[in-house]
C-alpha cells in the first residue's frame, strides 16, 4: 500500500482525481518545495490509487497536460558555514514514445507474486521513488507520461513477529489446571468471587494470573485488589461468569510468550513416578539422586551429584520449599509457576536472544572512523555481525554539498544488501538524517554522535543515539539530547549518554565522559551490545539494562538468581515465627537479626556475592580481585523486618511495577531490581528504623554527590570495603556492611546536577534510579528511602 512505501509522518503526499494521470509535484518537508501541479495526463486504462501507484482498474481517458518541474532546496547540516543550495531538476524531453497501449500511455509493471500495477509520474518524478527502491522514472513535456523501468517495491519498516515457542497443548493443559483450581472442579464457568478466594488462598494461582502480587494481602493492598478486579473484566466483556474457552483465550495472550511449558512438562513427568500429579519431597529427593539431567536442571554448579549426601538433601529440601514451601506435594502449575519466576530474568517476554550472525549491518563509511579511530571499527568487524560498508560516498559537510544524489547510492546499498540495521558516526549521520527523512529507511538504527542536523527522530523506528558530554565536535546539551529521543516512539529509542562525574574534596575526578570518538563504546562489548539492543522487540534501553546482568561473573550470577529478585522470594529464607520478621513474637520481642549457618546453601550464595563481582575490570581499581576473594567472612546476619519491608520497600516495588507498566514496559525482577552492597556507620538505625534509615537527600558519596544526591550502592562488596564507607573497624578489626536488594526500575546516567529529581522518561513518569555508566554500571544512586530493603549484613575482616 501507499502507506508502506511512503510514511505519512514523513512524506506527505497529493491525491490525484479517482481517473486519469496524476497530480505533479510532492513535498518533502526536509527537502522540497512543492512544484506546480502538472495537468492530467493522457489517459490511461487505470484508476489512479492514491495519485500515484494505479491498480489495474478500468477509468476514462483525462486530458492532455503538461509535466511539472520539481525544485529541490536542499538543506545541508550545520557544521561550518555553508550556503544553501537550490537546484531546480527538470524533466528530460524524449523525441516520442509509443506503448501497445498507445501513445504516451504508462506501460504495467509486473511485481513479483504476478500484481500488476502502473506508475504514474508527477512532474518528472515518481512518488514510488521517494519510498522504495527503484530506477529513475522519466516524464516528458507536452503531457506524454513516460515508460518506467523495472523496479523493486518493498516497505522500509522491518518489524519481525515473534514466534512462539509454546505448544498449544501444552498452554491448555496448564490452563485447564489454573481453571479448575479457581473453580474447585464443579463447573466450567468461573464467578469473580470465585477467583478472588482462589487468588487469596492459592499463590499458584496468584502466579499464573497476576505474577508478582502477593494474593494473601489481596483484601488489604488497594491496587492489588484492583489489579484482581481488572482481570475478572478483562476476560469476563461485562458477563457474570466467565467460561473456561474464554479464560484459554486469554491465557494464550498474556501468558503464551513468557511459557517454557514443553521443557518443564518433560521434566516434571521423569519427577512424577506415580503419574498422579504429584510430587512428594522424597520423590524429588530420589529422582535427582538417581537421574543425572534431573540433576543438571536444579542443582547443576550448587552442590556436588556425587558429594555429600546431607548437603545434597539439604539442597533439595531449598529447592522443594521454594517450591511450594511446607505443602505435602506440588503439582505442574506449582512447579512452571516456580520456574517461571526464576528465569524471568533470563529470558521473557519480548526478550529473544539475537544471533548476531544472521543479522546484516550497513555501516555508512564517512565519519565512522575506520581510519581515526580503527579500533572500533575493528570491534565491529568481529563481533559477528555481516557487515557491509558504503565508502564511496563524500563527506556530506563540504562547502556547496549536494545530498540528494548521494543519499540516493546509499538507498541502493540498502536495496542490494537488504540490512537489518543501519550504523553511522560523526558526519555519516548527517546522511542517516537524511534517509530518515526521505523515507530511505525505517529500520533499526544506531547514529553514534548526535550529528546537528538530528532534531526529531522519526515514528515507529527502533533507534540509539550515543554521545558524550565532552564531544568537542558535536557539543550539545544533555536536556537537548535527551528531548530529541523523546520525539521517538516510546520504548523504542534509547539515548546512550557518557558523562562526567563530579569532582572529589581531592580534586581528583573519578569518572570522565567520552569525546567525539566514544571510547566507552569499544570497552565491554558495548558498540556490539547496542546493534543488538535495538535490534530487539522489547526496545534497546530495556535490552541494554538485561546486559547489564551479563557482565557479571558466573558465580555472581548463580548466587543472585537463587536469592530471588523478589521480596517474595527473599522471605522464603525467613525462620522467625510466621515469616514476619519483628512482628512474629508474641512476647513483643523484635529480634530481626538471625545468623545464617555457615554450612548452609543461602551462606555459600550470600558469600559467592560477597566475594565475586564483574568480568569487566572496575574503572575505579579498587581491590586486587584474586585477594578480594580470599577475604575471611565472620558472620552473615539475615535481616527479617516486615515493618521495613510492608510500609516501605514493597510499596516502593509496586509503584515503580505499576508505573513500567503505564509506560508499556514489562518489570522484570532482576533487571528492574538488583543485589547490591551498601556501606554506613549507621547500619544498626538503617536495618531497624525504616524511616530513619536510608536518607537520599542527605546521602552521597561520602558527603561528596559526584553522581548527584542520593544514596549511593556498589555493585561490588570490594569497592565499599576498599573505601571509607564501612566506618571505622571494630575492637577485633572486623567490619560491616549491607547486601541489599534494591528496586531501580529504569536507569539514567547520573549527573552532579541531579539534586533528588531525575529527568523525565516518558511523561509523567521519571527514572527511577541512576548509575555512574550505562555500559556497565558499578554505581547506582537511589532517590527514594523505600527503593532498598537491607536483607543481609555481612561481617568480614580486613
Not at 502449575?333 to 529470558?347: N, Q
Not at 557487515?387 to 540498502?414: C, D, G, K, Q, Y
Not at 520478621?581 to 545468623?595: K, M, N, P, T, V
Request: charged share 20%.
Amino acid at each position: 500500500t501507499i502507506d508502506q512505501l511512503c510514511p505519512s509522518k514523513l512524506t506527505k503526499m497529493r491525491h490525484a482525481p479517482p481517473y486519469g494521470g496524476s497530480l505533479g509535484g510532492f513535498h518533502q518537508p526536509a527537502y522540497g518545495v512543492p512544484s506546480g501541479p502538472g495537468a492530467q495526463g493522457v489517459g490511461t486504462l487505470q484508476r489512479g490509487g492514491g495519485g500515484f501507484l494505479g491498480a489495474p482498474a478500468l477509468g476514462h481517458p483525462g486530458g492532455p497536460g503538461q509535466a511539472g518541474g520539481w525544485q529541490q532546496q536542499q538543506r545541508l547540516s550545520p557544521g561550518p558555514p555553508i550556503s544553501l543550495q537550490t537546484q531546480t531538476i527538470l524533466p528530460k524531453r524524449p523525441s516520442s514514445y509509443s506503448g501497445p497501449q498507445g501513445p504516451g500511455i504508462p506501460q504495467p509493471q509486473t511485481i513479483p507474486g504476478g500484481t500488476q500495477v502502473v506508475v504514474g509520474t508527477n512532474g518528472g518524478r515518481s512518488m514510488i521513488d521517494a519510498a522504495a527502491a527503484m530506477t529513475d522514472t522519466q516524464s516528458g513535456g507536452g503531457g506524454a507520461a513516460l515508460p518506467t523501468r523495472s523496479m523493486t517495491i518493498r516497505a522500509l519498516n522491518y518489524k519481525q513477529p515473534i514466534e512462539s515457542t509454546v505448544v498449544d497443548a501444552d498452554v491448555s493443559r496448564e490452563a485447564r489446571n489454573i481453571f479448575n483450581r479457581i473453580t474447585m472442579g464443579e463447573s466450567d464457568t468461573m464467578s469473580r468471587l470465585q477467583l478472588i478466594r482462589a487468588l487469596i488462598e492459592d499463590r499458584t494461582v496468584c502466579a499464573f494470573v497476576l505474577p508478582g502480587i502477593d494474593g494473601r494481602r489481596l483484601m488489604e493492598d488497594e491496587e492489588s485488589y484492583e489489579a484482581a478486579h481488572h482481570f475478572f473484566n478483562d476476560v469476563s466483556r461485562g458477563r457474570q461468569r466467565v467460561r473456561f474457552q474464554e479464560f484459554l483465550a486469554n491465557f494464550r495472550n498474556t501468558k503464551v510468550k513468557h511459557s517454557n511449558a514443553t521443557e518443564l512438562r518433560a521434566i516434571f513427568e521423569r519427577l512424577d513416578m506415580n503419574r498422579d500429579n504429584k510430587i512428594s519431597r522424597h520423590e524429588l529427593l530420589m529422582c535427582i539422586k538417581g537421574d543425572q539431567s534431573v540433576f543438571d536442571f536444579f542443582l547443576k554448579d550448587q552442590v556436588e551429584h556425587d558429594g555429600d549426601e546431607e548437603e545434597l538433601s539439604q539442597a533439595v529440601d531449598e529447592v522443594y520449599k521454594a517450591i511450594c514451601g511446607h505443602s505435602k506435594y506440588f503439582d505442574f502449575a506449582d512447579f512452571v509457576a516456580y520456574f517461571r519466576s526464576i528465569a524471568k530474568v533470563e529470558g521473557c517476554g519480548l526478550h529473544q536472544p539475537i544471533d548476531r550472525r544472521q543479522k546484516r549491518v550497513l555501516i555508512i563509511g564517512p565519519g565512522f572512523g575506520a581510519q581515526m579511530n580503527p579500533a572500533q571499527t575493528q570491534l565491529v568487524m568481529q563481533a559477528g555481525f555481516q557487515i557491509h560498508w558504503v565508502h564511496h560516498v563524500p563527506n556530506p559537510e563540504e562547502a556547496e554539498f549536494l545530498m540528494l544524489p548521494h543519499v540516493s547510492v546509499i538507498r541502493e546499498a540498502i536495496d542490494q544488501v537488504r540490512p537489518d540495521l543501519v550504523m553511522s558516526g560523526s558526519k555519516g549521520g548527517a546522511y542517516t538524517v537524511a534517509l530518515w527523512q526521505m523515507g530511505y529507511w525505517r529500520g533499526p538504527t544506531v547514529l553514534i554522535n548526535a550529528h546537528p542536523s538530528c532534531t526529531e527522530l522519526p515514528s515507529d523506528v527502533p533507534i540509539v543515539v550515543t554521545h558524550g558530554d565532552q564531544d568537542p565536535v558535536y557539543p550539545r546539551p544533555r536536556a537537548e539530547l535527551e528531548a530529541i529521543v523523546q520525539t521517538g516512539s516510546a520504548n523504542m529509542c534509547f539515548l546512550y549518554y557518557s558523562s562526567t562525574s563530579g569532582t572529589l574534596m581531592s580534586g581528583h575526578t573519578p569518572r570522565v565522559g567520552d569525546a567525539h570518538n566514544m571510547a566507552s563504546l569499544i570497552n565491554f562489548d558495548t558498540l556490539p551490545r547496542l546493534m543488538e539492543s535495538v535490534l530487539c522487540p522489547e526496545g534497546p534501553e530495556l535490552h541494554m539494562m538485561r546486559t547489564w546482568l551479563d557482565r557479571l561473573a558466573p558465580p555472581r550470577m548463580e548466587a543472585e538468581r537463587m536469592l530471588g529478585y523478589t521480596p517474595q522470594k527473599l522471605r522464603n529464607f525467613w525462620v522467625s515465627p510466621a515469616r514476619k520478621g519483628s512482628y512474629g513474637a508474641a512476647d513483643g520481642d523484635s529480634e530481626i537479626l538471625f545468623d545464617v549457618q555457615p554450612n548452609s546453601l543461602e551462606f555459600r550464595w550470600v558469600a559467592n556475592a560477597f566475594r565475586t563481582s564483574a568480568k569487566d575490570p572496575s574503572t575505579y581499581g579498587t581491590v586486587v580481585r584474586e585477594r578480594w576473594a580470599r577475604m575471611q567472612l565472620v558472620r552473615i546476619q539475615r535481616i527479617e523486618n516486615q515493618m521495613q519491608e510492608d510500609t516501605g520497600y514493597q510499596p516502593y516495588y509496586n509503584s515503580v511495577k505499576h508505573s513500567l507498566e503505564a509506560q508499556g514496559i514489562e518489570f522484570v525482577p532482576g533487571v528492574h531490581t538488583r543485589w547490591l552492597f551498601h556501606g554506613s556507620s549507621a547500619i544498626d538505625s538503617i536495618i531497624s528504623n525504616p524511616i530513619q534509615g536510608f536518607q537520599p537527600l542527605a546521602s552521597g558519596s561520602q558527603g561528596e554527590a559526584v553522581w548527584g544526591r542520593g544514596t549511593y550502592f556498589a555493585r561490588d562488596a570490594e569497592y565499599v570495603a576498599a573505601g571509607p564507607f564501612c566506618g571505622m573497624p571494630a575492637r577485633d578489626g572486623t567490619r560491616r556492611m549491607l547486601l541489599c536488594l534494591a528496586t531501580t526500575g529504569m536507569s539514567c546516567a547520573g549527573d552532579p546536577s541531579h539534586h533528588g529529581i531525575l529527568p523525565i522518561r516518558k511523561q509523567p513518569h521519571r527514572y527511577n534510579s541512576s548509575v555512574d555508566s550505562l555500559s556497565s554500571p558499578e554505581i547506582f544512586i537511589i532517590q527514594h528511602p523505600g527503593a532498598a530493603y537491607p536483607a543481609y549484613v555481612i561481617t568480614f575482616l580486613v
